[in-house]
């Protein structure tokens, strides 16, 4: 990382899909990183992740399409732990967790005691509300959404999210974090969805809705928004590599706040979350991934 840039000891909750993602930016531009999850077991399904990850890397980056690091031994920046007292040396927090926001909340209240009162705290979030989760903290204006897209290395920009509290050097500072790893944020105001899910998953919903009565099969949607509206994917492959369970935990959080039945989910979608369908984590979703 370059001298104009501030290193942190970066402490990222929750090692899933979005965790290993942000880990692997982060010990890329020389961040030290302290990976958390509640589970062992996901831990150890994270670190060879995050190895494969890395060789994927190296080819995208010959191919120009993911910028190059700052950290030739990146993987030795990453530290996996269930033990919550170690992010207590941390000097910039990632939460991760899965898009419920009692989960988050509960987060946010054990963090509390744990993390320095100046530490700034990003919220990687589609759709819960950054304000709500600030207040949980002393000193509120730190908390800032901070939505990161996946595959995070290959994104350059994020959706940042200000909520009620957050004071400008705080936006300042998250800007330049991501400025460090060749990343920029657009800034957004705080509300139910944000922008890009408040109208991505509108427009997934109503996917799954033309497949659920029938009007045209998953693959055909999907080509029209490919071959006739120049998308890189269509809704229904988009919704298989987010995982359907975080589709439909987000639409039910937007349905809550706008209490609007465009964004009630498609009974299809609970059905196969119900399954555990849930796209490419799973093996199968609106696609079948197993011969991968």
């Not at 759709?127 to 290959?154: D, Q, W, Y």
């Amino acid at each position: 990382m370059g001298n104009n840039y501030q290193h942190y000891h970066v402490g990222i909750i929750g090692a899933g899909i979005m965790g290993q993602g942000v880990a692997f930016q982060c010990a890329k531009f020389g961040h030290q990183v302290t990976l958390l999850d509640i589970s062992e077991e996901v831990l150890a399904q994270a670190r060879p992740k995050i190895e494969q990850l890395s060789r994927f890397d190296t080819m995208m980056q010959r191919q120009q399409k993911s910028p190059e690091g700052t950290c030739s031994r990146l993987l030795d920046n990453i530290r996996y732990t269930t033990d919550w007292a170690d992010l207590g040396d941390c000097t910039f927090i990632i939460e991760n967790a899965t898009e419920l926001e009692t989960t988050k909340l509960d987060i946010f209240k054990r963090i509390s005691s744990i993390i320095g009162n100046d530490v700034i705290v990003g919220v990687n979030t589609s759709c819960v509300s950054i304000t709500k989760l600030a207040a949980c903290l002393e000193n509120p204006e730190r908390v800032i959404g901070l939505h990161f897209s996946n595959p995070v290395h290959m994104m350059p920009a994020v959706e940042m999210v200000r909520g009620l509290f957050n004071s400008d050097s705080v936006i300042a500072a998250a800007t330049g974090f991501l400025a460090g790893m060749k990343m920029h944020g657009i800034v957004v105001n705080d509300s139910p969805g944000f922008i890009s899910n408040r109208v991505m998953l509108a427009y997934i919903n109503e996917a799954i809705y033309c497949i659920h009565e029938g009007v045209a099969t998953a693959g055909d949607i999907d080509r029209i928004f490919r071959e006739c509206l120049s998308h890189t994917m269509g809704p229904l492959q988009t919704a298989d590599l987010i995982g359907l369970d975080t589709i439909l935990q987000a639409m039910n959080v937007v349905y809550s706040n706008f209490s609007d039945s465009k964004y009630r989910p498609c009974i299809l979608l609970k059905r196969m979350v119900d399954a555990g369908i849930l796209g490419r984590k799973s093996g199968k979703g609106f696609y079948d991934y197993s011969i991968n």
